[in-house]
């Protein structure tokens, strides 16, 4: 990438205006992948809710070099992960289910739990949110267990016998899917 484009990039990446920011997003899409990279990166730092949204919608075409960048920032991608899952755009959902298997984010398992449970008439049978579910619970075991065998209590065991015992909590969960917490 040229010096003179780099630093064009880096101004629109800084600019509050709105067409600067759908431009950024755009170039999450762009057939370089500096461009690609940059805009990742870019989308990331600027925490715009509209542009990780599109950064989610983005997932399934994302170089190992742009998920290895979201992997250090899986914080800021928690709320644009729950709006994809919650919406009704099936590639934006199944794109959410993609960034919580590959970032093992469990903090959407109440999500996940209430979306399966509101909708379970209407999941078609390919749909891969039963095996997100299951996955994302494997992977607070395995983590509960060798946080275990430190020595240390998990917060994630905490937060998951909270949502196990909570009766608001489990009272919504359908009786099919309470054994996941056994």
């Known amino acids: 990438m040229s010096e003179s484009y780099e630093k064009t990039l880096q101004l629109l990446a800084k600019s509050k205006n709105r067409a600067a920011q759908r431009l950024v ?3 999450l899409r762009s057939s370089h ?3 690609r990279q940059w805009a990742s990166e870019e ?3 600027s925490r715009n809710p509209r542009s990780l949204l599109e950064l989610i919608r983005q997932f399934d075409k994302l170089e190992p070099s742009m998920l290895e960048v979201l992997t250090r920032h899986t914080d800021k991608l ?3 992960i729950r ?3 919650l919406s009704v755009d099936e590639k934006l959902q199944r794109n ?3 960034a919580i298997l590959f970032l093992n984010v469990v903090d959407m398992i109440p999500e996940l739990i209430s979306i399966l449970s509101e909708r379970q008439n209407r999941i078609s049978t390919d749909s891969p949110l039963p095996e997100t579910l299951l996955a994302a619970n494997k992977f607070l075991i395995e983590m509960h267990t060798s946080t275990k065998r430190r020595g240390h209590l998990s917060t994630a065991r905490s937060w998951l016998k909270h949502c196990a015992t909570s009766r608001k909590v ?3 969960i ?3 899917v309470i054994g996941i917490f056994h």
């Open 33 to 35: 992948e500096g461009i």
């Open 83 to 85: 709006s994809a899952i």
């Open 96 to 98: 959410g289910y993609r």
């Open 43 to 45: 989308t990331i730092s």
């Open 174 to 176: 359908p009786n099919g």
């Open 78 to 80: 928690v709320g644009p």
């Open 25 to 27: 997003e755009a170039s």
């Open 170 to 172: 489990a009272g919504s």
